[in-house]
Nanobody
Framework: QVQLVESGGGLVQPGGSLRLSCAAS????????MGWYRQGPGKQRELVAV???????NYDDSVKGRFTISRGNAESTVYLQMNSLKAEDTAIYFC??????????????WGQGTQVTVSS
């Protein structure tokens, strides 16, 4: 199985920056896409950014130009650099990964979530 552990959340003032990290552990034949979703108060979980193993990335329009997703050299880690944070970015941020456990079994996993609060 694969486990995802996030870190880096916290309280920041509007206009500030935070960097989230997520590390995958356990046995995986291959990891495909890794990314970040978020769920704000009273809202549904939404995509923030995702990066595919082959390189293409997708961002929600609300974070383009402010957030940057990247993968570690081992491709089992993913980062989210968040700049120019706004109050509306306040949410629980969840790490996401998919891939193959072996040649036959795909997997999709979520992290436990990390709170990001943007407030003065």
């Amino acid at each position: 199985q694969v486990q995802l552990v996030e870190s880096g959340g916290g309280l920041v003032q509007p206009g500030g920056s935070l960097r989230l990290s997520c590390a995958a552990s356990g046995r995986a034949f291959s990891i495909g896409a890794m990314g970040w979703y978020r769920q704000g108060p009273g809202k549904q979980r939404e995509l923030v950014a995702v990066m595919h193993r082959t390189g293409p990335t997708n961002y929600d329009d609300s974070v383009k130009g402010r957030f940057t997703i990247s993968r570690g050299n081992a491709e089992s880690t993913v980062y989210l650099q968040m700049n120019s944070l706004k109050a509306e970015d306040t949410a629980i941020y969840f790490c996401y990964a998919n891939g193959m456990l072996d040649e036959r079994r795909p997997f999709t996993e979520w992290g436990q979530g990390t709170q990001v609060t943007v407030s003065s």
